[in-house]
């Protein structure tokens, strides 16, 4: 994937080095390194220079990301995807439950990462798949994907400072202990269970879990959940800990008589532009499976 950026050098910047500027604005060591290896990926008023040049209020500091080569291991297979937003630098998916983000040993064909190698096949790019936040194969709902590197590097910092707000709908059996509440339990792994996480107080790590209740009706709550931390299986293992697990759940609330996986929905995700700074909201609405334990 191809991308040429242009900068106006401001009053504020100007004096700096361009290697200077560019980790102002988010560029990692990585990137830079990258960038200083790529013939002319870097031009100032139109001419190639190196990082160490200084600004001048005015200049034009263009930059060539050039990325040639696709994932390796990472065969083009035809599937459905939900694409919600596009640009030269993202995309955000609103993914089926049932696709693993990733190809594995039992999922070597059926990925989000395959559907999105052709999709770029298609167009004649070159792509190497970033995914920026994680969703378990059975939960629905909202992704990002970095089209270059430059993106998941900033986007990556973004989620390691809890930037990107990931809100989340699930389905839980029975009436939660309030309306609206915090979960501060910490996770670990289970002692017996290589997958398995529970709620452990003395060799847990730290994840909180923000939750709204939306409604209650025929049994079940519809509760709104929005991470502060990003521990594997924390909504389950949290919502389980209330005593409100999520139907559908194989590993925590194996009751398939109303959904076949597990009824929890990326529902909301906001973050900046990884270029632009320009504040993203997206929405994805509720799954029709979630949707009918209410009706």
């Known amino acids: 994937m191809n991308r040429t950026i242009t900068y106006l050098i401001s009053d504020k910047d100007a004096g700096f080095t361009i290697e200077q500027n560019l980790r102002h604005r988010g560029y990692s060591a990585k990137n830079i390194t990258h960038l200083k290896k790529t013939p002319e990926s870097v031009l100032l008023n139109g001419i190639w220079v190196h990082m160490t040049h200084h600004l001048t209020s005015g200049d034009e500091l263009v930059i060539r990301i050039v990325e040639e080569q696709s994932s390796e291991r990472v065969p083009p297979v035809e599937h459905p995807i939900h694409i919600v937003y596009e640009d030269e630098d993202i995309l955000v998916i609103d993914k089926q439950a049932g696709m693993p983000i990733h190809p594995s040993l039992n999922n070597y064909y059926n990925s989000l990462a395959n559907a999105l190698a052709w999709y770029f096949e298609q167009q004649k790019k070159p792509f190497i798949f970033r995914c920026v936040n994680r969703l378990d194969r059975d939960t629905s709902g909202l992704l990002i994907i970095a089209k270059h590197a430059l993106s998941a590097s900033i986007l990556s910092k973004q989620m390691k400072a809890r930037e990107i707000r990931r809100t989340y709908l699930a389905v839980c059996k029975g009436q939660l202990p309030a309306e609206v509440g915090i979960i501060n339990a910490p996770i670990a792994r289970k002692a017996d269970s290589a997958i398995e996480r529970c709620v452990d107080f003395s060799n847990g790590e730290s994840a909180v879990t923000h939750y709204r209740v939306r409604y209650y009706q025929n049994g079940y709550s519809l509760v709104e959940l929005h991470l502060e931390t990003g521990r594997t299986h924390q909504i389950r293992i949290h919502m389980q800990y209330l005593g409100n697990p999520l139907p559908g759940d194989y590993l925590y609330c194996p009751d398939y008589s109303k959904i076949s996986r597990t009824a929890l929905h990326s529902y909301r995700l906001a973050f900046c532009h990884p270029i632009t ?16 334990f209410f009706q």
């Not at 700074?277 to 009918?292: C, E, I, V």
């Open 277 to 292: 700074g320009k504040r993203m909201d997206f929405y994805a609405p509720l799954p029709t499976d979630m949707a009918a």
